[in-house]
């Protein structure tokens, strides 16, 4: 059974920094693309950022380019994202994702990933 456990929101001040953790279970790590999503009070989840060790690729959505870093570590099992200079409209539920299917090269991990976590709530305050 995948599963996929967020780890590490919280209330930080804008500017500030979090870094977010997934730990992932019941699959072969290596086989599958990992990324997080968003989703802010109100509005549709959004992709955030993805990593692949299918290909070694990695994506950004353009809000994030520049402030968030997205790595893995293929023996802990475990995808971070880092954030940095954090806005309130960063304020959502972080969800990590997975999939065998998509690679991070093109926009197919945006509308396709087959497996979710429960999420973990960031909340920026100005």
């Known amino acids: 059974e995948v599963q996929l456990v967020e780890s590490g929101g919280g209330l930080v001040q804008a500017g500030g920094s979090l870094r977010l953790s997934c730990a992932a279970s019941g699959f072969t790590f290596e086989r599958y693309t990992i990324g997080w999503f968003r989703q802010a009070p109100g509005k549709e989840r959004e992709g955030v950022a993805c990593i692949s060790s299918k290909d070694g690729s990695t994506d950004y959505v353009d809000f994030v380019k520049g402030r968030f870093t997205i790595s893995s570590d293929n023996v802990k099992n475990t995808v971070y994202l880092q954030m940095n200079s954090l806005k309130p409209e960063d304020t959502a539920v972080y969800y990590c994702?997975?999939?065998?299917?998509?690679?991070?090269?093109?926009?197919?991990?945006?509308?396709?990933?087959?497996?979710w976590g429960k999420g973990t709530l960031v909340t920026v305050s100005s």
């Open positions: 994702v997975a999939d065998p299917d998509y690679t991070c090269s093109g926009v197919g991990w945006l509308d396709g990933m087959d497996y």
